[in-house]
């Protein structure tokens, strides 16, 4: 069995979800020995930017097409 683990704390080794996952995956490997972890940490890897046009591509069918999108926390506003 494979198992992706995707890494996305910048705490990295501090971090408590990190820690927590990995006890996890532990536990899961001790009882099926057959799993085989990959890790993917997104502050380790090269990602494309997520900049004005990724984030109008995103939204625009779902909201038409706008000047200005402002991102606040889990909220989009359109000015």
């Given at each position: 069995?494979?198992?992706?683990?995707?890494?996305?704390?910048?705490?990295?080794?501090?971090?408590?979800?990190?820690?927590?996952?990995?006890?996890?995956?532990?536990?899961?490997?001790?009882?099926?020995t057959?799993?085989?972890?990959?890790?993917?940490?997104?502050?380790?890897?090269?990602?494309?930017?997520?900049?004005?046009?990724?984030?109008?591509?995103?939204?625009?069918?779902?909201?038409?097409?706008?000047?200005?999108?402002?991102?606040?926390?889990?909220?989009?506003?359109?000015?």
């Open positions: 069995m494979k198992l992706l683990e995707i890494q996305s704390s910048p705490r990295g080794e501090s971090s408590d979800s990190i820690t927590l996952t990995q006890s996890f995956i532990e536990s899961c490997k001790s009882d099926n057959s799993i085989v972890v990959d890790t993917l940490n997104v502050w380790h890897e090269r990602l494309p930017e997520f900049d004005y046009e990724a984030i109008g591509a995103k939204y625009k069918g779902q909201f038409g097409t706008f000047g200005l999108w402002q991102l606040s926390a889990s909220h989009i506003y359109v000015t």
